[in-house]
Nanobody, 114 residues
């Protein structure tokens, strides 16, 4: 059974940084692409970043480009999202996803104060 558990969210001031983590289990993590999504209040869930199983290719939403970095540690079955220069509009629940399995974590709240 695929299980994804996010952590690392919290309250941070504008301009600050956070690192989100996603511990994966129930599948061979190193064989699958992974993604981060977010959903702000009253808005649809949106893709933030994705990474191939070997980390050879990463993709970012325009809003995240240059500020966020997605990376993974296959030995630890863990996905990360380093978020720098955070803005109030980054406030959302952030979800880890394993697209091949259509599986999501429970989400972690990120709140950026102005």
């Amino acid at each position: 059974q695929v299980q994804l558990v996010e952590s690392g969210g919290g309250l941070v001031q504008s301009g600050g940084s956070l690192r989100l983590s996603c511990a994966a289990s129930g599948f061979t993590f190193s064989s699958y692409a992974m993604s981060w999504y977010r959903q702000a209040p009253g808005k649809e869930r949106e893709l933030v970043a994705s990474i191939t199983h070997t980390s050879s290719i990463t993709n970012y939403a325009d809003s995240a480009l240059g500020r966020f970095t997605i990376y993974r540690d296959n030995a630890k079955s863990t996905l990360y999202l380093q978020m720098n220069s955070l803005k109030p509009e980054d406030t959302a629940v952030y979800y880890c996803a394993a697209p091949y399995f259509a599986s999501w974590g429970q989400g972690t709240q990120v709140t950026v104060s102005s």
